[in-house]
């Protein structure tokens, strides 16, 4: 649209710093020339611009740059950084990729639930029904946007969160990583700033890196998850323009983000029309049973992307994945058109019958109580083997354990001590902008508990002990 | 500089009659060799003494020295664009979806082969049995480079046509057009140069303007595919960082580029440490059975990036395409891995398993028939019921038939009424970068032959004739 055209390029000026607080606006009619629009148009442009809490109407005196109320920064909320955002320079990101590749280690980094832990039988007989029903449309091109059926429900899946989604706004992508990707896309340019926690995911740090864009960070406290008001200052101080937060369960440090905290993140961010990225990959896996709300329950369709799939729940090697892409749906939709044409079809119609047909709250509910015993397994036997001073996460949901070695061991030694002894974990710094966590370590709680996982703990601890 | 040294020389023989008009003059290699100079620099002499008028390029035969000396330098070569690289602004590109999206059309536009035409029954026995061999397989991860017996297949099947591919180059994708995304990402950075050929496939172009390139384009001359002298010039003129090309029955008009040619194209880019991105998506589909030799044929591994999949030859939706990805392995599959993780595992088993036990060769042989066969129906049709003066292509492989339009009729407006028809074509300004072969329309080879098929013909034919 037109309007929102150019609401966007004003929008970006007034954030930049270009068209300053309480600067008065171009008249209606000089706008319209200026950019040549009609009355009507710039009307609309100047209202959404209001609507984003970016300019007043002042009456019988036109359109204004809100005055915002700038807090005085320094005296607020010292874990912000203050230096400027980083374009992404950790080497060891570019490493991780020899732990995911290589197939003879004993497995402990890895996240995605075994095979024992998922419903697969029942997922390969709807994947057989499916290819005997119609072997056609299952190996035929689909829509870019996704199978409807699949896509009416996850709306209907959401709406146990409190949720309300339409089907139409939903895309299914290749994975969770994908939408982030293509939302991402969407909403950013290369030199943009976006908002990111830590530590956060490596794939996130990755997909920006990508991207050329800058980040800035605020802290995901191990305990609380993000801090609203951390967030807040950060939008004041950055020229932001989106955020990629992982509210529920984080990776690698489990946080979860209380619903406080997840109301004034999003409306923080809405007040200055920055789109947040939300990976809600976790949510479901609360140990609890009592899943945690995404951010999108408490926003509009315009200002929260959410990006999840079945990977961690249902069938990691599909591919099946989606984000809510709200009134970003027509762009999202052209960008995975445009770089991967559409979900594989077969996937897709193979989960939609296993919906049909199967309980997935059944096989949930067992997942659930096989992480929750799976992390105080391996919390008891780090307890039991490591060096004294270890400190363990104790998250309430999720896939993954994030520790803080004892005696200034590096992360990064003890991966490498560990990679030769064929045992797979991931170096702390990997999931920090530019290499901090040194002295951590992440843990996956994706294996079946079993006596070669027990003593593959116990000779990490070892190997830790040896390096302190 | 060491060529306008080169160049006045050669003038002042020419001029002083020692090399008279219309003798040949060295080849660039032989030049090179003689004055011991690079071969850059003999390109350079010569273009110099074309620009003054003193000798002349013969298609597919060298440099000649001109009859008699005539300056007008923009009278050479006019196909190439003296413009500058455009970024894109073709906004039909933005509407294509709407046609790929609407499922109540009869679809004279796809080039996707119909599912008759496909081994849609053994593909679907061949993942049944992967199924059942090991679901747990078939649904977990796969790592992020793909399957190395698919690699391994995809390595066999080049051997045929004389490259030898090593399997730890090539990395498995979701579909081609993944893989051209991927490659691009990983060659370029947002504002540096591509070139394409013109007409070319809208995902391309749509794809280079996804990631902020500027672009240059070259004809893609339907009887003879892309001409090296033009890229040879487009080289000279523009700081061109890497190439697309559709060499092999390029989408939408069909065309073949010649051996010699794509010897050229591969030695001028290769010259000048551009990287060569081939969209090789056709290449198994000439109506002889004769398979064209890949670009990848006539390059070293550093050079030329082979991107296809298996869409168009045995299964559109499970989405498995490949990139030879030669010495840039390592950064694509560190893109793949941090865009959409890795390729569903169950489709890559699935082909796996029909490549074991099934003759695609076979499958191939009866494919290419019905295309080569569609070729002529849908041509007969045309020549029958369009308006006299309709121009088709004739394409020896491929999957599309190029058409200009007789009497003035406007591709967007003959597309627009056949949508209001529920008939499915392409208006050919999509494939262009700013709105170019307004005149022209796109058809897709795709569907079996039958009456609604020819039905629809007609009625496009006659609504093509009312808009004359």
Redesign the interface.
Known sequence: MLYEDLAGRLGAQIRRGLLRPGERLPSLRRLGRQEKVSIATAVEAYLRLEREGLVEARERSGYFVRARAVPPPQARLPRVQSRAPQTLRNPAL?GV?DV??R?DLLPLHVT?PA?EL?P??A??AA??RT??RD???????????GLLQLREQIARRYLGCGVEVDPAEVVI???A??AI?LAL?CVT??GDVVLLETPTYY?IL??VA?L?LRAIEVPSRGSAGIDAAAVRTALERHPVRAAVLVPNFNNPNGSLTGDDDKRAIVAACGERGVVVIEDDLYGELAYSGERPAPLRRYAGRARVITCSSW?KTL??????GWALAGDHV?DI???K???????????QR?IGEYFARHDFDRSLRRLRRELATNAQRWRDAIRRSWPDGTRVSEPAGGVSLWLELAGGVDGQALFEAAMAHGIGCLPGHLFSLRGDYRGHLRLGLGLAWNARVEDGLRELGRLAGRLA
Chains 1, 2 share one sequence.
Do not use: H, I, K, N
């Open positions: 570019l990729l995911l590749s197939e995605t095979a998922l697969g039988r997922l390969a994947t057989a290819l005997r072997p056609g449309l299952a190996l035929a091109y689909g829509a870019p946007q992508t290749a994975g990583m994908e990707s896309r340019r290369a794939g990755q997909a990508a050329g990977s069938a990691p090697g599909l591919r099946v027509d939709v052209r960008a058109c445009f770089s991967s044409v559409a979900t594989a079809s077969l996937p193979a």
